[in-house]
């Protein structure tokens, strides 16, 4: 009856999660007990090379991270779609084959549109030559 | 043992959703923006699958899973418009957005 | 390219080479030695810690204090104070400063007596700095800590004649054959170097 | 009583945790927070026996959009330049606004009235995998809209990338 | 204009990252300041001087050979190549001609350490890259090299050996055959690490087209050794103004055609064959006779004032040195003379005025020129791809700092 | 009663399998060393014990009486618990993996999906522990870390796909069944393109060599958790091994035929069948981290740029190659 | 062309410049004033039957009450065409520390003109980016002059004494932990 649904099979992953919490937590406050403590200034310092450390390390950082994160995004939706009708593929009609199909195409379609514009090149060709361009117009 | 009743799911995704509403309205960082529109789409997820799960249709389930598809591809091509205006005016503040009046 | 290639290329021919090679590097005996277990038995002549020649008829060492081996250190770490009497100097405080020695062996080359020795004692860290301040009692000691280590025989360092020299350019002190008798150390034969290599 | 308690855990767990997304000012701490929330919507899903999407729930929702909010805020290190106001400046009658909204939503589910009407019982569910009839669904009955989706992630695909890549000209 | 787009891309997203001193690919303590654009380097600074020992002035106040020592101390991982090279400009300056002897052994010693340091080099850009095993592969014949000289000259790695006109003791027939049997066994150790590396795609991938340089801007920047040959100049002091024995050894100069790391590993790894070839040589020609020149100083050469420290009086006579004359053997005049250490030309301006000190004694030391070009070679360049250019442009903070 | 029975059997399963993955941990540590410094002709760990066998143990109470330093400036609490996530969740993975028939903590029809979500889910810890070290090379080790995961991730779960397309199931055990019917016996002969894929991904996504650019120390230092000390950098590594072990358990469940032998083979050799399951599983899982260390002692280290292309422009089009062919054949051959 | 030919064609072309022309045991060096020191290492740079193209080394040299102008700058050049040698010497006076920078000739010239900066303070004309290198930037004196003292200055180097106070500080610290 619905609302009385328990998904029983998912406790021992329930217990799992809570064992292993418990074992990283355990650790962790024996080694409290065990482990010295004693900063001083230098010490607590960032690792920068030996060196006192210039600027901002939260800097703001290359674009490509997020075209890279973008693209996870679409690829791993596309992947949901593939799981569920992979699993269900014996039970899917030549629709549903084509139809999977069409859909991989158009995605590849972007794919290979990205590229080809080189949002999958690390480093930038394009974006060097718009600065060229930039530079020379402005 | 005694079910769950539907409403409280459906009143469970209503307050989810309100507070991605409240989020929405009342932040003025466009990512926290995007991150409330998350909240309110999640809210509906919730009622969706409740209710297709009392009903016992499948369709409310596919709904859900389009959802989390359409959010993917809403919050990438929000995301990218900020980044965008970002270049112009860094700044992720609604109110400090007014490039389009100029 | 050529299929050759292509198919270096697809059957990832080079890297299973590479493997192969790690693969038989892993079954054969590893080269390195266990080092604080396993000493590893230094080459004749080898410059390391400081020492005075206990000279067996004195029980002394064998220092004139000419000051030759102070003059020429490169990084003058030895210091020397001595005192004239009727016929010879007599050797006051000898100190050498271990820290600030490079090793390069020019004070046991040039005494002209055969006194002062770079032992082929390696192990000498210590937990001071003012242990390594060698003063005179040091330097005999390290020399019968080395000197007891020795097996049967004379012991005869490389640097104290130098070959192929002409041995009328020497000191008169050096011409003669220099060793002192200690019981012989084993050096390590050719044979028992190629065979230590040869991994 | 088992499935109530259940339910009221993940309730308040929800709850506790939308707010303090749309609460915390440090916009990482709310992603943080989300991810949290994510994972028990996650967990809530699986008591409506849709196991399949409580995993696509945190993998697309959790491991990727998420994933891209975070990077979002990692790379243009967007702080909250303008001191203590990370809310706007009449916040409170908004979120009256959003108060009464919350109570007609309230009372109108006063009048809900449904029934089972489907054949996918939780039996049938479980006996043929959630994944499998959700497949079977999809792409026998919901292949159009499904190819609909398709075009509505070829837009970011090309447009975000046009968007974060292309450099303003001159 | 290129200065202000950077200024400009700065002010955008620039991260500025600390390189070094204390970092596990910095070879020593060279230190780089890299601006960043994303992993791409917009512009490189090195700093140098943290190993700044003022070798320069402590020779002005050493005798000839008392300042033989601070020589190890330059590239000391090549230190017979240095002490040679300080002895070969010694002898030149004062005219002495060392036995053909101590010209062979020598020029075999400079050749084992040629090939120490280059298999040094290999192991630790290969570590680099993250190639471990080549790293520990190579130091195994490192370690037998090491053991030679240890056998010599009591020393591994400072060793002190060549002396102004000669060498400080003779080698051995026991060692000429263990070293013997290194040669034999060398060339096939080479074909392991290149079994690694050379083909592999990765390594090309890393290597292949990074930090690329033309002859002309070589030349312009000073770059000398393998880092220049790798751009495909045949420029090598060991053919071109020989030293010791190298007239009469027979060798190629291997030179590379892109500039690239490639070519420069190329370079170096067909230079270990080389150098194995020329100790062969050496080995089979070495003649009998004398190791040490007649007129070479000896060891307590005087300096000023120092001579009257010595007793006339004492135990024996012993303590007198023979050669009275030492005085007169530094004539007053200027010598550039230079050699080919591992790491490029090592040229050392010695200017005397007759004393027993050099009056003023300048080192080029060939690292320090290779790591002024190190911004030219990392622009544009990621950060990953500057470790491979500090590693190709083989550089011993040491030497470069002096 | 019966409830309280299932929950016994539940933790006593759970005690061991947790048991036996940090044993396991502890010497894995152990044999990359032995057999990486092997590969070097060098001896290895030799000291503590016999062959250096307790040294994993002595390299634990060491960690623990390290110092926990926190930099200054760091976001305290996200430091603190970056590499809790990082351990929980890749030691929650292990509860969906079947070891051999019938020994699973939780049999779950989204076995695989499981581990895609518990992998999803661990890029946060490294993210968080890159951001809020407050380091440069933290915060770079920390969001190349997170792209090369994600990138990786989509090329692993695409190259699933094929799996789940001849098992018809995401459950892990009904996958390793499948494979038994399998006249191979294995998946990773027909699915040879996306066997390959995977194991490339698998390096990836464990950040091992060719693929340790997070951590690539000659560049990075130690990537993302280069400020941590003492046992919270235990944690990092026990969650990179433990996801190690986790890839290759995978491997050996979808390509390799987990507990199970090709049929061919017990044909022809009949008593191979009395060999216990668990044998040839451990002997499959323990071939594959082998070559995670195999790997590890030969090759050079990927450039990031590279790395990217690879799994961009390489992996993914095969995947996605993989699941079409794949599925072209299943249908009309 | 043999480098006396070299010297005397420099004396031909710059009569003014050049001061002297020495030769020891085949080396030969030519004393030049400073002023006109870029046009005539252009020169030679430039000249296709000399072509130095390669700077091989460039140094000061402090003539201490020996010589007057106090300083020399030394040039190595070498042709990689004709395989020649020929060493410049340029005067330098100590009131006017200075003289061009070549830089723009020969790119290798940066980091040797800083070094000879940095141990001498002879200042480079035109150098983009003339800083000390091997010593600290705050650090005071030039060491390699004759007049500077080997064991270094009486004061120490500020980064000196901070170093010793940290290690004061560090002890007294661990006392306390």
Redesign the interface.
């Known amino acids: 009856m619905p609302g009385t649904y328990i998904p029983s099979e998912y406790l021992p992953i329930l217990i799992a999660l809570m064992a292993a919490t418990a074992i990283v937590v355990g650790g962790l406050l024996f080694g409290s007990i065990l482990r010295p403590r004693r900063p001083y200034p230098e010490k607590l310092l960032p690792y920068e090379s030996g060196n006192p450390p210039v600027g901002e390390p939260r800097e703001r950082f290359s674009i490509k991270f997020y075209v890279i994160a973008m693209l996870f995004v679409v690829f791993d939706v596309e992947a949901a779609f593939l799981y569920s009708w992979a699993v269900a593929y014996g039970n899917i009609g030549l629709y549903g084959f084509w139809g999977m199909v069409i859909f991989i195409v158009i995605i590849f379609i972007g794919y290979a549109y990205d590229w080809k514009i080189g949002a999958l090149d690390w480093k930038d060709a394009n974006e060097d030559k718009d600065k060229d361009k930039d530079t020379k117009e402005g | 043992m005694t079910p769950v009743p539907l409403e409280w799911y459906l009143m469970l995704g209503a307050i989810v959703f309100i507070i991605g509403v409240f989020g929405f309205l009342t932040r003025r960082n466009i990512i926290m923006m995007l991150i409330s529109i998350e909240l309110m789409l999640n809210g509906v997820n919730i009622s969706l699958l409740a209710l297709s799960h009392y009903m016992q249709d499948m369709r409310g389930q596919v709904l859900v899973f389009f959802v989390i598809a359409c959010a993917g591809a809403a919050v990438a091509v929000g995301l990218a418009l900020m980044i965008a205006a970002f270049r112009n005016k860094p700044t992720s503040h609604m109110d400090e957005m007014d490039i389009l009046k100029g | 390219m050529t299929l050759r290639d292509a198919a270096?290329?697809i059957f990832f021919l080079?890297?299973l080479?590479?493997?192969a090679?790690?693969?038989r590097?892993?079954?054969?005996r590893?080269?390195?030695r266990?080092y604080p277990k396993v000493k590893r038995e230094?080459?004749m002549?080898?410059?390391g810690r400081h020492a005075f020649v206990r000279d067996p008829g004195t029980g002394r060492e064998k220092c004139?204090a000419?000051?030759?081996c102070s003059?020429?250190?490169?990084?003058q770490c030895i210091r020397i104070e001595y005192k004239e009497t009727e016929e010879?100097?007599v050797l006051e405080k000898y100190e050498i400063e271990a820290l600030r020695c490079?090793?390069?062996?020019?004070c046991a080359?040039?005494c002209?007596?055969c006194a002062l020795v770079?032992t082929e004692v390696y192990e000498y860290a210590d937990y001071t700095r003012e242990q390594f301040l060698f003063d005179r009692e040091r330097l005999l000691k390290n020399w019968d800590d080395f000197s007891s280590g020795l097996k049967t025989g004379a012991y005869f360092n490389?640097?104290w004649r130098?070959?192929?020299?002409?041995i009328n350019?020497m000191?008169?002190?050096?011409r003669l054959q220099q060793s002192v008798q200690v019981k012989q150390k084993e050096f390590l034969?050719?044979e028992s170097?190629?065979k230590g290599?040869a991994? | 009583m088992l499935p109530k308690l259940f339910f009221v855990y993940f309730a308040v767990m929800i709850i506790v945790l939308s707010l303090l997304v749309v609460t915390r000012k440090n916009l990482v701490h709310s992603i943080m927070w989300m991810l949290l929330l994510f994972i028990h919507i996650g967990g809530l899903y699986l008591f409506l026996n849709a196991e399949f999407l409580a995993a696509i729930q945190i993998i697309v929702y959790a491991g990727a959009i998420l994933v891209l909010f975070l990077f979002v805020v990692l790379l243009l290190n967007i702080r909250e330049e303008f001191g203590q106001r990370w809310f706007i400046r009449s916040w409170q009658g908004r979120g009256f606004v959003a108060a009464a909204l919350l109570l007609a939503i309230m009372l109108a589910l006063q009048y809900i009235v449904l029934a089972p009407m489907g054949k996918y019982s939780i039996d049938y569910i479980q006996r043929e995998t959630h994944a499998k009839v959700l497949g079977t669904v999809l792409f026998n009955e919901y292949v159009f809209p499904f190819m609909i989706i398709a075009l509505v992630l070829f837009v970011p695909m090309i447009a975000a990338v046009v968007l974060a890549i292309k450099r303003r000209k001159a | 204009m290129e200065q202000m787009d950077i200024e400009k891309d700065l002010q955008t997203k620039g991260l500025i990252l600390n390189m070094g001193p204390q970092h596990p690919a910095t070879h020593g303590v060279l230190r780089l300041m890299l601006h960043l654009d994303g992993e791409t380097v917009v512009k490189c600074t090195p700093y140098v001087g943290y190993l700044h020992r003022g070798t320069e002035k402590l020779c002005e106040n050493r005798t000839y050979i008392s300042a033989l020592p601070l020589m190890d101390r330059l590239d000391y991982i090549s230190s017979m190549a240095n002490d040679v090279g300080y002895c070969v400009a010694v002898e030149r300056l004062f005219g002495i001609e060392p036995p053909d002897r101590a010209k062979y052994i020598r020029t075999m010693m400079c050749e084992m350490t040629r090939i120490s340091s280059h298999i040094l080099w290999l192991a630790t850009h290969a570590l680099d890259m993250g190639a471990m095993s080549v790293f520990l592969h190579s130091f195994r014949e490192r370690e037998w090299l090491l053991d030679l000289f240890e056998m010599i000259t009591g020393a591994r790695l400072t060793v002190s050996y060549p002396r102004i006109g000669g060498v400080r003791c003779d080698v051995n027939r026991e060692f000429l055959e263990s070293l013997y049997k290194f040669t034999e066994e060398f060339p096939k150790r080479i074909e392991e690490y290149e079994t690694l590396i050379d083909q592999n795609r990765i390594w090309l991938q890393r290597t292949k087209g990074i930090g690329v340089i033309s002859a002309r801007d070589a030349i312009n920047c000073g770059l000398t050794g393998p880092t220049l040959r790798g751009s495909g100049v045949s420029y090598d002091v060991r053919k071109h103004e020989p030293y010791d024995a190298y007239d009469q050894v027979d060798f190629e100069v291997p030179v590379g055609k892109n500039g690239d790391v490639y070519d420069r590993y190329r370079c170096r790894m067909e230079e270990l064959r080389q150098s194995n070839r020329i100790i062969r040589q050496c080995i089979k020609k070495m003649p009998d006779g004398p190791i040490l020149a007649d007129n070479s100083p000896e060891l307590d050469m005087p300096a000023e004032g120092h001579r009257k420290l010595i007793p006339e009086m004492s135990l024996s006579h012993a303590c007198i040195s023979l050669s009275d004359e030492c005085e007169s053997i530094a004539p007053a005049g200027e010598f550039y003379s230079a050699v080919e250490v591992p790491k490029g030309e090592l040229g050392f301006y010695i200017l005397s005025d007759g004393s027993g000190k050099p009056y003023r004694m300048r080192l080029r030391s060939p690292s320090f020129v290779h790591a002024s070009a190190l911004p030219r070679l990392c622009r544009g360049h990621m950060v990953a791809d500057v470790i491979a250019l500090i590693g190709t442009i083989d550089i011993v903070l040491g030497e470069c700092d002096r | 009663m019966d409830f309280a029975l299932t929950l016994g059997i539940i933790v006593i399963k759970i005690a061991v399998v947790f048991g036996i993955v940090l044993f396991h941990v502890a010497y894995a540590t152990y044999f990359e060393r032995k057999i990486i410094g092997r590969m070097q002709a060098r001896h290895g760990p030799m000291e503590v014990g016999p062959h250096g066998l307790l040294q994993p143990f002595a390299d634990i109470i060491k960690l623990f009486f390290k110092e926990d330093i926190v930099p200054s400036h760091a976001d305290r609490w996200l430091f603190y618990i970056a590499p809790a996530i990082v351990v929980i969740s890749s030691m929650t993975a292990l509860s969906v993996l079947p070891f051999f028939e019938g020994f699973v903590i939780a049999d779950i029809n989204i076995g695989l999906l499981f581990i895609l979500v518990i992998t999803s889910i661990s890029v946060y810890g490294i993210v968080i522990a890159g951001w809020s070290s407050n380091s440069k090379y933290s915060f770079l080790g920390g969001l190349r870390s997170a792209a090369q995961l994600i990138s990786y991730e989509i090329a692993m779960g695409l190259s699933l796909v094929g799996v789940i397309l001849m098992a018809g199931s995401m459950n892990l055990s009904d996958i390793v069944k499948a494979q038994h019917q399998y006249p191979l016996g294995m998946f990773a002969f027909p699915q040879f393109l996306g066997f390959f894929v995977f194991v490339v991904a698998a390096f990836a996504e464990t950040n091992r060599a060719p693929f340790d650019l997070p951590e690539a120390e000659q560049e990075l230092v130690a990537g993302y958790f280069t400020e941590y000390s003492g046992f919270r950098f235990a944690l990092f590594f026990l969650g990179e091994y433990i996801a190690m072990l986790t890839m290759s358990i995978m491997v050996t469940l979808c390509f390799l035929g987990g507990w199970t032998i090709p049929l061919f083979m017990t044909n022809a050799l009949p008593f191979l069948s009395y060999v216990p399951g668990i044998v040839w599983f451990l002997m499959k899982v323990y071939a594959f981290m082998f070559l995670f260390y195999w790997i590890r002692a030969t090759l050079p280290r990927y450039r990031y740029d590279q790395l990217m292309a690879i799994g961009w422009k390489v992996l993914i089009p095969l995947s996605f190659a993989n699941v079409l062919i794949t599925a072209f054949i299943m249908r009309w051959l | 062309m043999e480098p006396t030919e070299i010297a005397g064609l420099l004396k031909e072309r710059f009569p003014m410049e050049v001061k002297e022309v020495t030769e020891f045991r085949g080396q030969v060096s030519i004393t030049v004033k400073r002023e006109r020191i870029k046009e005539i290492l252009r020169f030679l740079h430039d000249a296709p039957e000399l072509s130095f193209d390669y700077l091989e080394d460039l140094c000061g040299v402090d003539y201490l009450s020996k010589k007057e102008p106090r300083f020399e700058v030394v040039y190595h050049l070498y042709s990689m065409e004709h395989r020649k040698r020929i060493r410049i010497k340029a005067e330098v006076s100590e009131d006017d520390c200075a003289i061009d920078s070549v830089v723009n000739i020969w790119e290798g010239a940066d980091w040797h003109e800083r070094e000879c900066f940095d141990m001498f303070g002879i200042v480079f004309k035109g150098h983009p980016d003339l800083r000390r290198i091997l010593m600290p930037e705050d650090w005071e004196g030039y060491p390699l002059r004759k007049d500077y003292p080997v064991e270094g200055p009486e004061e120490k180097w500020r980064g000196f004494v901070e170093v010793l106070r940290k290690a004061e500080d560090f002890k007294k610290f661990e006392l306390k932990g």
């Open positions: 270096k290329k080079e890297i080479k590479g493997l090679l790690t693969f590097t892993m079954i054969n590893p080269v390195t266990r230094p080459f002549g080898f410059r004139v000419c000051l030759k003059i020429v250190c490169p990084s010879r100097r490079v090793f390069c062996g020019y080359e040039v002209p007596v770079l490389k640097f130098l070959s192929g020299i002409d350019r000191p008169v002190g050096k034969s050719k170097f190629d290599r991994a």
